[in-house]
């Protein structure tokens, strides 16, 4: 038989009302590691956060093709030509639509011209290093407005048509192949701003290179 124990020669004995305090310890036991474990997780995503910021400091500010599956020859090729050094009125935009120039028409061509200008022939020229480079398809489209004119085109669709394919013509003696182009012209049919201005009416006379991505190439 063993010996009992008497009740106050055992210190750690607990009275029976007492038990309760095994489960309130069991308790704030499992809370401490459960506590303890969400921890552990957040601090896991503030590293893969960390790492996901990291990976997205080589794109262009505002890249539109981060998350589009688009090409990442479309995302260097829009930080690149943003690098360069380009008259005021040469404008680059990146976009769902692709990555696009705009040449207005104080740099391209004068009022009626479709002559291409100094201005404009030295910007294509520091381009064509990254134009060249691509394989993807280039929409070159004209636009005028009300106001500009020319003897020999006598509408404004064909004016515009005509100083698209000036520019195309150029970009065919770069080597470019004609296969990856496509000219189009609108005419006054699509102004950036409402013509009430000489400064506006300015704008709105351009040319634009639309560098296509892979999904639109033709």
Same mark, same amino acid.
């Given at each position: 038989?063993?010996?009992? *124990?008497?009740?106050?020669? $055992? ?5 029976? #009302?007492?038990?309760? *305090? ?10 401490? $590691? ?7 997780? $957040?601090?896991?995503?503030?590293? &893969? ?18 998350? !589009? @599956?688009?090409?990442? =020859?479309? +995302? &260097? ?11 005021? +009125?040469? %404008?680059?935009?990146?976009? &769902?639509? @692709? ?17 291409? &200008?100094? %201005? ?16 993807? =398809?280039?929409?070159? !489209? @004209?636009?005028? +407005? ?6 020999? /085109? ?19 003696? %770069? ?23 000489? /400064?506006?009416?300015?704008? =709105? ?9 892979? #999904?639109? +190439?033709?």
């Amino acid at each position: 038989m063993g010996q009992l *124990i008497d009740e106050e020669e $055992c210190e750690v004995c607990v009275p029976f #009302d007492q038990e309760w *305090i095994f489960t309130y310890g069991d308790l704030v036991t499992l809370l401490l $590691c459960f506590f303890i474990l969400l921890f552990s997780m $957040c601090r896991t995503d503030v590293e &893969k956060s960390k790492q996901i910021s990291e990976s997205l400091k080589s794109m262009p500010p505002g890249s539109p093709f981060i998350f !589009s @599956g688009q090409s990442s =020859n479309l +995302d &260097k090729a829009s930080k690149e030509l943003q690098q360069l050094e380009m008259p005021d +009125d040469v %404008k680059v935009n990146a976009s &769902k639509s @692709g990555v696009e120039v705009s040449f207005s028409k104080t740099v391209a061509f004068d009022q009626g011209s479709i002559e291409l &200008k100094d %201005k404009a022939i030295k910007a294509l020229n520091k381009m064509m290093p990254i134009i060249g480079q691509l394989q993807n =398809n280039i929409e070159i !489209s @004209g636009h005028t +407005d009300e106001s500009d004119s020319n003897q020999k /085109y006598p509408s404004n669709w064909e004016l515009s048509v005509a100083r698209a394919s000036v520019i195309a013509a150029f970009l065919e003696s %770069k080597l470019i192949p004609i296969k990856r182009m496509q000219v189009a012209g609108y005419g006054d049919t699509r102004p950036r701003f409402f013509p009430d201005t000489a /400064y506006k009416r300015n704008l =709105n006379r351009r040319v634009q290179i639309l560098l296509l991505p892979e #999904d639109k +190439d033709r």
